[in-house]
């Protein structure tokens, strides 16, 4: 039996237990009872879910937290306490959707095209410096494609790795093996790679790039052969549900030799917010969830990230404007990468008084599921967006 601190403060102390493979977080001290859901919800994901690596003296339970025991990891236990005695909400997973180059020309696609030029490495650098300082635990560098960025390799080398781990989302085209160490070695942790379907010429459709499917597998081979963790990404339609297809990404994903399939919903947002058609019902949600927990309860095989389980009320709600905060390549920040909703710009205000703004915000204050999902929250909202108006949006001319 090992025993690590992993997080100690006035009132409580946790630790992590790892017994013959086994790991579950323990607590004691006057906070310990208040505390408990945090510690109850982790270790029911360590209990229920395999990790992707379990260590004499640590845990890694998904690409999408830090190592557990971990510097980041203090920070994210730090911040779930807060939100349970304070009800005080930092953001803790930080995506930089600011890449307006991409190699791919996909039908769906998040990208905002601003008339401006990209943002600057000491912009994003200052961005990055300052939600630290607010308490993220998490830097995605994503949207367009982060490896047409010259500076990709300093930007991540920026990121403090005893307060956030940094992570690349990436369609995978252009991760060569020399690449892929350049990052790790800068301090990379993990590399999202997406997948649109387990038959390639599907997926070169979508991406609108011949050759792309045979690339981002490669891509996650090198991720992998470079030690970063590396996790399959797809978003589910009701197709790729329907059809089996996203039973096939999981047994590529087996033979890819990956950590991680992660599963998004199908979101209408940005460039194509009226197709709705993408959205899934509880049935196919009922389907991702029992296949979540088949993968996730059988030992061999990658594991399964699910966000309808992670974002669902019982768990972490949705993230946006809680937990979550997007940064788009306008200077714009946004609750998520998916909403289109602007709360200010990091070109005439501090992140931390965007932030406090987008906190007010009714809408971020009661947990529930994606609100991009949510029919009220569309209705209200994105519905109301002008065809005509360039994204993101105002908050301001929506409220």
């Known amino acids: 039996m090992s025993e690590f601190s992993v997080y100690k403060a006035k009132g409580i102390e946790i630790w992590l237990d790892v017994t013959e493979g086994h790991a579950e977080l323990k607590s004691s001290g006057p906070l310990s009872l208040p505390c408990s859901p945090i510690i109850r919800h982790v270790n029911s994901m ?12 640590s845990v890694i339970l998904t690409t999408w937290l830090p190592p557990i025991p971990s510097g980041p990891f203090r920070r994210a236990l730090k911040a779930e306490i807060d939100i349970l005695l304070r009800r005080k909400y930092v953001p803790q997973a930080v995506s930089i959707n600011a890449f307006k180059r991409c190699s791919c020309s996909c039908a769906h696609c998040n990208m905002v095209q601003s008339p401006n030029g990209e943002l600057t490495t000491e912009e994003l650098k200052d961005f990055i410096d300052q939600v630290i300082d607010l308490g993220a635990i998490s830097i995605g560098f994503a949207e367009g494609d982060p490896l047409m960025r010259e500076d990709l390799v300093d930007l991540v080398r920026h990121v403090d790795g005893e307060k956030a781990v940094a992570s690349i989302f990436t369609p995978g085209i252009l991760l060569t093996e020399e690449k892929a160490v350049e990052l790790k070695i800068a301090g990379l942790y993990a590399a999202i790679i997406g997948l649109r379907s387990p038959i390639s010429g599907e997926h070169d459709a979508a991406r609108g790039v011949a050759g792309a499917f045979e690339k981002a597998t490669q891509s996650m081979k090198n991720a992998v052969n470079a030690g970063l963790y590396v996790s399959m990404h797809t978003h589910a339609n009701p197709d790729l549900i329907e059809s089996g297809k996203l039973e096939g990404l999981y047994d590529l994903a087996s033979q890819i ?3 991680e399939l992660t599963v998004w919903e199908g979101i209408p947002t940005w460039g194509y917010m009226d197709n709705e058609g993408v959205m899934l019902n509880d049935n196919h949600r009922k389907h991702i969830l029992d296949m979540y927990r088949k993968v996730n309860s059988t030992p061999e095989g990658p594991r399964m990230f699910s966000m309808t389980f992670f974002e669902s009320p019982n768990l972490f709600g949705c ?50 599921s994606c609100l991009m999902l949510d029919p009220e929250f569309r209705s209200e909202y994105i519905k109301k967006i002008p065809k005509s108006d360039k994204l993101p949006i105002h908050i301001e001319k929506l409220d």
Request: net charge positive; hydrophobic share 30%; aromatic share 10%.
């Open 46 to 57: 360590l209990q229920n879910e395999k990790p992707i690596e379990v260590k004499d003296d």
């Open 257 to 259: 030799g990956v950590h």
């Open 319 to 368: 993230m946006a404007g809680r937990r979550w905060l997007n940064l788009v390549d306008s200077g714009d920040l946004t609750p998520c990468t998916y909403m289109p909703i602007s709360f200010g710009n990091i070109k005439e205000e501090r992140v931390k008084d965007i932030w406090e703004r987008m906190r007010k915000f009714s809408e971020f204050r009661r947990k529930r």
